[in-house]
């Protein structure tokens, strides 16, 4: 897949989300083959103010993988500022944020609000465009509510702006995580427009991804819950759409070492303290599917230290002998 001046290989794209896709994750991901990574969202309006905290969130990168930094906001010359001060960051793209359900990113009319006004995510487009020479993409929903389906009219107008790809999660903002999403939203997007499209939402597995593709004709997939605690499902969509025989699955001891791996990472680049907080909310995606399931979950949400991360590895291995 083409991305402006970026080729991909084939494969699924690492997802944005808030407190999940920190750069230990994005480097995990693309070590397992995710063929891109974005970063956290930021705000254009804390990068333009000079926030420190909003600016940690980009360092990183994404491993050898190209790596996109997405923004929100609502305003199109803050945004195009931001994206003049996020290339010290040496992203290989910009991704607009126009999906967040979150009620304090929508009640600043930016995320998924934008999705009320297809005009004004065109000229939020053409502003970033216009201020840096890297591709600019945009993640976008079905739309607002049932009552505003605006996928198609905000992906003509961001393609139209100079969008090099759009990717869409197939839910309305007041749908927010459920129902199932709609993959008839995805197939009228990559109808209606020429650049890129990417289908999200609701993959779990390299089925889930070539079922996506077979129904929307997306030109790819990006994942974003379903790789965590499993960086290995990215590997297994490489497998299937090129036709390669699946690696094997991981057992419990390495999945509970890539766990601990990770987690290090992140005391290593936030310092201990601040990582193993953020922890609570990766670690337990490592516990699915596993016995003892609710002793583990207290387990990892009570993560205090780095030593903690390694006795819930060692609990788990004992619940769960032979796996």
Known sequence: MQIGSLTLAPGALFAPMAGLSDASARRLMT???????????????????????????????????????????????????????????????????????????????????????PALCGRI???????????????????????????????????????????????????????????????????????????NGDITSAAD????????GCDAVMVGRGALGNPWLFEEIRAALTGKTPPPPPDLRRRMRTMCEQLYAMCEEKGESLAMRQARSQAPYYMRGLRGAAQLRRAAVSLTCYRDAEALAELALSLNPGQ
């Not at 397992?32 to 969130?57: F, N, P, R």
């Open 31 to 117: 070590a397992h083959g995710a063929v891109a990574a974005v970063s956290e969202m930021v705000s254009a309006k804390a990068l333009t103010y000079g926030d420190k905290k909003t600016a940690a969130l980009l360092r990183g990168g994404a491993g050898d993988a190209p790596y996109g930094i997405q923004l929100f906001g609502s305003e199109p010359d803050t945004m195009a500022k931001a994206a003049k001060l996020v290339l010290r960051y040496h992203p290989d793209y910009i991704d607009i944020n126009m999906g967040c359900p979150a009620p304090k990113i929508t009640a600043t009319g930016a995320g998924s609000a934008l999705m009320r006004d």
């Open 125 to 199: 487009v053409a502003a970033v465009c216009g201020a840096v020479e890297l591709p600019v993409t945009v993640k976008i929903r079905k739309g607002w509510d049932d009552e505003t389906v605006s996928c198609v009219e905000v992906a003509r107008c961001c393609a139209a702006a100079g969008a090099a790809a759009i990717a869409i999660h197939g839910r309305t903002r007041e749908q927010m995580y459920t129902p199932p999403i709609d993959p008839g939203c995805i197939a009228a997007v990559k109808a209606a427009v020429s650049v890129p499209v990417i289908g």
């Open 209 to 216: 991804a070539l079922a996506l593709i077979e129904q929307t």
